[in-house]
Antibody
């Protein structure tokens, strides 16, 4: 069955760029049936949608993060990635990647990665 | 920006019915999704598009959506249902989550 796995540094210094990759296994990221998203959760707090990408490269971002976020896709590696620049302590969170249906603007995140904790600290 | 309002906590006696609400302006016109999250785990989709259950989710979980309120109903609550629950919608192509509700089974 389809699985998603996040990877990347667990510690990032303030003002630097956070970089994470989500590897998709058990299915193709190039399927026209899905978007692929990033969601984060600060310790003890709720979920926040960061952005989503289609295999073609089409992206949607949360306006509150848009100036600092870049999501990209590498279909040859069956991966998609998140870059968040100029990080501060407020970006400390568990970062999840997830799959959503291709009917943009209405579908749920039906499969999630296990999440990876990223701490921003010097 | 669009906001979703959930109660911080809901308590239910073992075997009884729990109802968790999600309020939003004219939320009845949107597709509402519900996620269950247990401590230290990733969220799990339990209801999609208002009232549909993914495969593997017990029939005890149901959903409804009308007017300004969507509701997740958990019948015959079990100890294993104790978790945080989040509602989610899309508004103008932006993903929005509710603040989450902690369900306690007494």
């Amino acid at each position: 069955q389809l699985q998603l796995q996040e990877s990347g540094p667990g510690l990032v210094k303030p003002s630097e760029t956070l970089s994470l990759t989500c590897t998709v296994s058990g299915g193709s990221i190039s399927s026209s049936s899905y978007y692929w998203g990033w969601i984060r959760q600060p310790p003890g707090k709720g979920l926040e949608w960061i952005g989503s990408i289609y295999y073609s490269g089409s992206t949607y971002y949360n306006p509150s993060l848009k100036s600092r976020v870049t999501i990209s896709v590498d279909t040859s590696k069956n991966q998609f990635s998140l870059k968040l620049s100029s990080v501060t302590a407020a970006d400390t969170a568990v970062y999840y990647c997830a799959r959503q249906g291709s009917n943009w603007g209405s579908e749920a995140f039906d499969i999630w990665g296990q999440g990876t904790m990223v701490t921003v600290s010097s | 920006s669009y906001e979703l309002t959930q109660p911080l906590s809901v308590s239910v006696a073992l075997g009884q019915t729990a109802r968790i609400t999600c309020g939003g302006n004219n939320i009845g016109s949107k597709n509402v999704h519900w996620y269950q999250q247990k401590p230290g785990q990733a969220p799990v989709l339990v209801i999609y598009r208002d009232s549909n259950r993914p495969s593997g989710i017990p029939e005890r979980f149901s959903g409804s959506n009308s007017g300004n309120t969507a509701t997740l109903t958990i019948s015959r609550a079990q100890a294993g249902d104790e978790a945080d629950y989040y509602c989610q919608v899309w508004d103008s192509s932006l993903g929005v989550f509710g603040g989450g509700t902690k369900l306690t089974v007494l």
